[in-house]
């Protein structure tokens, strides 16, 4: 049996993201917890929260993705933590895969592809973990 995937944070450094990826994710069914704006929120959020599922953006001020997706595994190697990026960088996305992202998604976002992602997310477990 696969996991119920009903709680969500969301961090992203730009506000009108935040608020259209809040938006969004409650038109999934989601219960948005959180909202946060950098890498140091993102783990202050999810140690609170303990959501099932954290959207997190790479690019922010004060601590970067791939740093608060490092310490967010750290509290919990099971945490499902998916990142939605503007960067299209090999070298990002390999650094991502090696820390245990669940999954990457591009900025313009595809809800569609997002949903699909949760779906799975309640069926299976991460590729990358």
Not at 14 to 29: C, P
């Amino acid at each position: 049996m696969g996991l119920t995937i009903q709680t969500c944070v969301i961090v992203d450094d730009d506000v009108q993201i935040t608020e259209l990826f809040s938006e969004l994710m409650t038109l999934q069914g989601l219960d948005v917890l959180d909202i946060g704006y950098n890498g140091l929120d993102a783990i202050e959020l999810y140690e609170k929260h303990k959501p099932d599922v954290l959207f997190l953006d790479v690019e922010m001020p004060k601590l970067n993705g791939i740093e608060a997706l490092k310490n967010i595994k750290k509290i919990d190697s099971s945490a499902n933590v998916i990142v939605v990026t503007g960067s299209t960088s090999s070298n990002i996305q390999k650094q991502l895969e090696e820390n245990g992202v669940t999954e990457i998604v591009h900025k313009p976002f595809d809800i569609n592809k997002i949903s699909k992602i949760i779906d799975s997310l309640n069926n299976t477990v991460s590729m990358y973990q």
